[in-house]
């Protein structure tokens, strides 16, 4: 029972996430056309106004579905919000249920995002303020962060865990 119930506040954890995102992106006007739970082949769905809802195969992760040349062209500021949009509703949701299981299982989503691992929404605002730094796209630049990065978050995570064990 105890693992079914973490198994719907996660799902529900990452709904939150991936609204976050679908909000912010509203607010900047980039258009969404998909907010998915799960990867890999779509098992149903329904559509809301321009959105496609879907559950799919893979109970791992989740994702909108962005228009990635809309979002480039917003502000830097418009689009470190998107990325953001999802982490900062996460946050909101875990203080809103504070002492509760989903509080520390959305907590826990959020500051797993902010991690600049890859195509994680740390490492995207990442990209986005190297890019806005460079004044231009650099794909050497861009794997050197992206491999630091993810060295930077195992070391986060094994001191972490060191600190509670």
């Known amino acids: 029972m105890l ?29 969404a056309s998909e907010l998915s739970l799960g990867l890999g082949p779509r098992l149903l769905g329904f559509r809301l106004s321009n959105v496609r809802f879907s559950l799919r195969v893979i109970p791992l992760g989740s994702f909108v579905r962005l228009d990635g040349d809309a979002l480039k ?33 959305n907590l826990l989503v959020a500051a797993g995002n902010l991690l600049p691992l890859y195509q994680h929404d740390g490492w995207k605002c990442g990209v986005v303020i190297v890019r806005s730094l460079l004044q231009r796209k650099s ?27």
């Not at 794909?139 to 064990?165: C, D, K, N, Y």
């Open 139 to 165: 794909q050497p630049i861009e794997w050197a962060f992206t491999f630091s990065g993810g060295f930077v978050s195992l070391v986060a995570v094994w001191a972490i865990i060191r600190l509670f064990t």
């Open 73 to 105: 062209d917003r502000s830097i500021q418009q689009q470190l919000f998107v990325h953001l949009g999802g982490i900062i509703l996460n946050i909101v949701a875990g203080l809103a249920t504070f002492g509760t299981i989903f509080s520390w299982i």
């Open 3 to 31: 693992i079914l119930t973490l198994a719907i506040y996660i799902a529900l954890a990452m709904i939150v996430h991936e609204v976050g995102h679908l909000i912010a992106a509203r607010r900047c006007n980039v258009t």
